[in-house]
């Protein structure tokens, strides 16, 4: 008795007229075997299950079929069918992803001096071979540029990014691409009718859909169903096959998170999931229903983009009429992050009822409550003093967003209380340092950009030090969180001043001197040095007690890092 056969492989393409979406590289290898202008070297890029590995089999038999006339390959002379069977002397596949060392490339090299045994050429297929090792590859590259005439290298990828580009430059480059929906659906539908099984249409499409253009994952998902002995398949026994729920569940769901009733909206998941929904599944199809509903609610005739019957094309236009563009992009983004967390983590379900909660509420997916002030600091502590400058404002909220990226083992409660105490001393510092903030009052009616010390306004010296606070951010944001509550008080012909609110962060800006005045030259066209005002270096009186200078730049460090410094 025959050993059972996977669909996929009792159904694999043997010859180029049986490959499915692939016409473009079909019709490049039929006239480079026709021309016998065949490359020595081919790269075939492409996601899993287009056809890559299936495509470098069928050149290989047309490399070496020995039919004399008719297309080739002709795939039942001894040669076509040794190589669909694996016992090919001639057709070496070669798993990278496990097989990735130097020794065994370096076997391969000494495999490639003698000729081919049984046919025309000798044929290897290195299948993933983003996995190789550098050294590997290095060692590959002088074969692979000048192989002697009888070999061909077919090598195969997912990740054509992972691959050297001193191998890309050697190879001919052929991109697979993802098999529409029509083709798959059409090729499973074939399959059915030759098993004697009914297939409604919408059933077709519900599998072709998601099977996102592999046609390996589609066969796999046809086996599926096909296994369970039904001799008429629709689109509810696909549905339960698949572990998700129709349209109308996610109608439901939608309406009920729409109108903020969260406590129904868990009701109803709780029941998919009793019925045997699969918690991922479910996320990836409710995000495609809002996509479903962008569509519907912008495209005139949806029903030549979705895949629904026609009844749930005019429920999503309705329902699409009292959803803003807004609640759409905060839906979809909302369950696609949802959906990119729940592929590391076990607990599916709690993602997805924080990302209903998310979208019933209007929150940001993951986003972290605004840090909160002091107790008892009253509005004060809430609201800039009226003498604040926008730049120490713009500071402070530096600083607050600095907070919430502190190390995951700080708590919250301290991060928070931190924020706010910097962000009071900072409206402090405004109000009592006015004159060194470049503060200092004005009669009533000046104008707020009267000029300053070296043609600058304040709003200039703020633009400015705002524009090298975010260059830093960008280039080295271990020292971003130094430049909190820093502020520039003035711009001289020869050097600019200035303020820091604690030892540590002026030791920090110290340390990067040169830096800083860089960013600062290309922000004002002109090199200048730095000069820092230092609070706790001013205050210090000369001979000053030592320790007592320690526990401010410990402060300084805990208000910077988020967490308990302590000098011992």
Known sequence: MAGYKALYRETRPEVFSELLGQDHIVRILQHQIATNTVS?????CGTRGTGKTTTARILAKALNCTAEDGPVPCGVCPNCRAIAEGSFMDVIEID????????????LRESVKYPPSVGRKKVYIIDEVHMLTTGAFNALLKTLEEPPEDVVFILATTNPEKVPQTVLSRCMRLDFRRVSTEVLAAHMGEICEKRGVEITPDALRLLATNAEGSVRDSLSILEQC???GEAHLNREIILDYLGTAGDEFFGELTEDVMRGDISAA??????ALR???DVKQLMKDWMGYFRSLMIAKYVGNPEEMLNMAEDSIQRLKEQSRNLSAETLNRGIVTLAKANNDARYSTQARTLMEVAIVTIASGMAYGAEPAPVPPAGAGAAARKPAAGTSASVQKSAARTSASVQKSPVGTSASARQSAAGERMNRVSQFGDEEGTATGQAEEPAGAPESSAREGGYSMQDLEDIWNNVADRISGDRPALSAATNGVVLTGISDDQFRLQVTNGMAGHLLKQ???YIMDLMEKETGR???MV????????EPEGGNRDEKLRDLAKGASEILGVDVDVR
């Open 512 to 514: 990067n001197r040169e």
């Open 266 to 271: 868990f009701l109803l998941l709780d029941r």
């Open 532 to 539: 820092l005002r230092d609070p706790a270096d001013s205050a």
């Open 226 to 228: 096909l296994a369970s």
């Open 96 to 107: 990278a992803a496990s097989n990735n060392k130097v020794d065994n490339i370096r076997e």
């Open 275 to 277: 019925d045997g929904g």
């Open 527 to 529: 090199r200048r040095s």
């Open 40 to 44: 020595h070297a081919y790269l075939f």
